[in-house]
């Protein structure tokens, strides 16, 4: 019954093929919003949960605005007021499990506490029982995600003691030559690996 949260695999590796949704601006020109296979499979799992959750409430949810410029660590905020979800596309493309099986319900059961219960905890009693009885799952707060993209990226560097990363901010000081570091331990200048 609760198959759809399986979604087909796709590895992160696998080429975005855009897919382009035309719509009408005010002023009737044409705009084109891009949006990737991943961003297309989330709105079809929104799309799905929510009439999941209308099946178990027998009523009806208004749909919520998605967006995908969500950035930092943060992989889904959802927006109670505005009726609006948004995703950290970074995360999704190499998270897209998680996404569907966590990240999606988890969001969408704090649209739907609001639409049933107004203003609640954000985790509390109303949404852990949404996560539990609607989504069958365990109402943990954080998703197993992978950041380690977006924590920041790291260079490999070495001195004597063997490797060691430096921060991009450390790197790119080395490349424009305003400094040189040295390993505390034996002394030596860090060079950069290739
Ligand atoms: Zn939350
Ligand atoms: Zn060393």
New binding site residues.
């Given amino acids: 019954m609760f198959n759809f949260f399986r979604s087909p695999k796709v590895p992160p590796s696998a080429p975005i093929k855009p897919d382009s949704a035309k719509k009408l601006t005010s002023k009737g020109s044409i705009k084109i919003i891009k949006q990737t296979n991943e961003q297309i499979q989330i709105i079809e799992r929104i799309e799905q949960a929510y009439c999941l959750a209308e099946a178990f409430f027998n009523r009806s949810f208004t749909r919520p605005e998605i967006g995908f410029k969500l950035r930092g660590k943060s992989a889904g905020t959802a927006h109670l007021q505005e009726n609006r979800l948004r995703f950290n596309p970074v995360l999704l493309t190499e998270n897209i499990e998680i996404f569907h099986q966590e990240v999606v319900p988890h969001e969408i059961c704090h649209l739907i506490a609001y639409q049933l219960y107004g203003r609640v905890k954000p985790h509390g009693r109303e949404w852990q029982g949404l996560m539990a009885q609607v989504f069958k799952l365990k109402p943990s707060t954080t998703h197993s995600l992978n950041v380690s993209s977006v924590k920041g990226k790291s260079f490999s560097y070495s001195?004597?003691?063997g490797p060691i990363s430096l921060t991009i901010r450390r790197h790119n000081k080395v490349v424009r030559g305003e400094t040189k570091y040295r390993?505390r331990?034996?002394k030596?200048e860090l060079t950069k690996e290739n």
Avoid: D, L
Wanted: charged share 15%; proline share 0%; glycine share 14%.
């Fill in positions: 001195c004597g003691c390993c331990r034996c030596q």
